[in-house]
């Protein structure tokens, strides 16, 4: 069987083992892994733009943002009106949370094309900074949308997200990554990284694979967004801003561009240090900020820059 079957097979294992004995778990810990399952989804997810195709966004808080305010929007006001006062039983709970995150990833993926279609012809500095006032035009756009919520943000959004739900949308995450990359077509993304004039020279549309490969990563971030707001309860604009972008392509930069497996340890080690540093809170960031630089300056390539055969994980 395939290394990334058995990856996928081996997470919803895990995802049901811990779902069953999260009663009597500490919620502390459900906590941080429930953050840790959700930066992975997004820094995987980042890493297929980023890394494996070799453009730099910086709006990928954006798309969770989409994810987050339509997913808690299905929940929050389609859910008493179809799960009635009683608020439905496990299952319809269940279905209910299902459809609310495909509806935030589909629009979190509906974003993600419009803003790559007119953007992604552009290179560099200049991607960049068009995803980085796209981030910002959304997070303006929420602020100021009232039926939402706007400034004061949206509460009362059911807590639907279990740790069952995080570990099986992290594995189905990187089982999609990794079997596109891996593919015949995801060698486009590959190719369009390594020299995009050479593969345009030799009949790819390296336009069209970057567009996938950013509609890919929104619809992951969108339902990131999804699981985050159904976490907390309760989403505010300022909670998407330039600062969680950043936080996630930092993820993305440590864990080695274009390597899986190191991004999903970046985004654990980066989950847990400002946690572990939580009894010195007032140097926290301080250290925190440090120990990044440091890790940069000894490890420019990614701290965990692993290959196994002729792929990355």
Known sequence: MPRPHLYLFATLAC??????????????????????????????SLNLVNGYTGQFSLGHAG?????????????????????GESGGSALQQGTLFLAALITGGCAAALAGLG??????????DYL?????????????????????????GLNGIPAYTTIFWVLAL??????????????????????????????????????????????IGAFFAGTAGGLYGHFKMTITPTGFDFTKSIEIVVMVILGGMGNTLGVILAAILLTLLPELLRPIAEYRMIIYSL????????RPQGLFNFKFGKAKL
Do not use: W
């Open 128 to 152: 960049a900074l068009v995803t980085l006032g796209f981030g910002e035009i959304i997070r303006v756009i929420f602020q100021n949308f009232e039926p939402l919520g706007g400034a004061l």
């Open 291 to 298: 120990m990044l630089i440091v890790l940069m300056l000894a």
């Open 63 to 83: 798309f969770m943002s989409v994810g987050a305010y339509m997913a808690a929007a299905v929940s929050v006001f389609l859910g008493p009106r179809l799960l």
């Open 15 to 44: 995802a049901f083992g811990l779902s069953h004995f999260s009663d009597r778990m500490d919620p502390y810990f459900l906590d941080v892994l429930t953050g840790i399952g959700i930066n992975v989804i997004l820094a995987v």
């Open 170 to 215: 992290v594995g189905l995450t990187v089982f999609v990554v990794t079997c596109l990359v891996n593919s015949t077509y995801g060698r486009g993304f590959l190719a369009t990284h390594d020299d995009e004039i050479a593969s345009e020279a030799v009949g790819l549309n390296t336009t069209r694979y970057k567009i996938v490969a950013f509609v």
């Open 115 to 124: 803003v790559g279609v007119p953007s992604l012809r552009l290179k560099g």
